[in-house]
T-cell receptor
């Protein structure tokens, strides 16, 4: 069964460093998303991406964040200068159609900022 | 605030018992999805409901979307230890983003 994959599974970084989290969405899906989950808290929407541009973003997704689809398969989330409060699980998701229907999530990347 | 409140927050039951988890909001949602999440993993989609009053069954799991599309329930019949996990409802309102509920952590003891 097709699934969303994410790399790395864990990332430890120093505050102020740049990180890039990678995702390979399900191959026939056209809509891509990033969510995060701070330990013990709810899953929160960050950004959605369709047709090579951001379609919606939350207030969390400030200028330190960016997304890119550099080739036909990868979807990346970059955090330019990490802060302690960026420590969280970051989940990539994809869907065949938009409107948040049937989003399939990856296993997540656990980011720890020291 | 488009809040989705789940109840109960925690549930510990014996194998074979039935249970119901509720997901409530004061807002109307276009669709609602239920996910199950294991520790350290991503949410796994169980079902999507889109029509008010809709009922969907997935083996021992029954999902219902409220008539007014503000609430949903998940009923598990004859729970098994393999049902243990965090159950999340998530709604959308004609946008791309899912709004996740507060979660219900279920523990089923053999």
């Amino acid at each position: 069964e097709p699934e969303v994959t994410q790399t790395p599974s864990h990332q430890v970084t120093q505050m102020g460093q740049e990180v890039i989290l990678r995702c390979v969405p399900i191959s026939n899906h056209l809509y891509f998303y990033w969510y995060r989950q701070i330990l013990g808290q709810k899953v929160e929407f960050l950004v959605s991406f369709y047709n090579n541009e951001i379609s919606e973003k939350s207030e969390i997704f400030d200028d330190q964040f960016s997304v890119e689809r550099p080739d036909g398969s990868n979807f990346t989330l970059k955090i330019r200068s990490t802060k302690l409060e960026d420590s969280a699980m970051y989940f990539c998701a994809s869907s065949e159609r938009g409107g948040a229907l049937a989003q399939y999530f990856g296993p997540g990347t656990r980011l720890l900022v020291l | 605030t488009q809040l989705l409140e789940q109840s109960p927050q925690f549930l510990s039951i014996q194998e074979g018992e039935n249970l119901t988890v509720y997901c409530n909001s004061s807002s109307v949602f276009s669709s609602l999805q239920w996910y199950r999440q294991e520790p350290g993993e991503g949410p796994v989609l169980l079902v999507t409901v889109v029509t008010g009053g809709e009922v969907k069954k997935l083996k021992r799991l029954t999902f219902q979307f409220g008539d007014a599309r503000k609430d949903s329930s998940l009923h598990i019949t004859a729970a098994q230890p393999g049902d243990t996990g965090l159950y999340l409802c998530a709604g959308e309102r004609n946008t791309d983003k899912l709004i996740f509920g507060t979660g219900t952590r279920l523990q089923v003891f053999p």
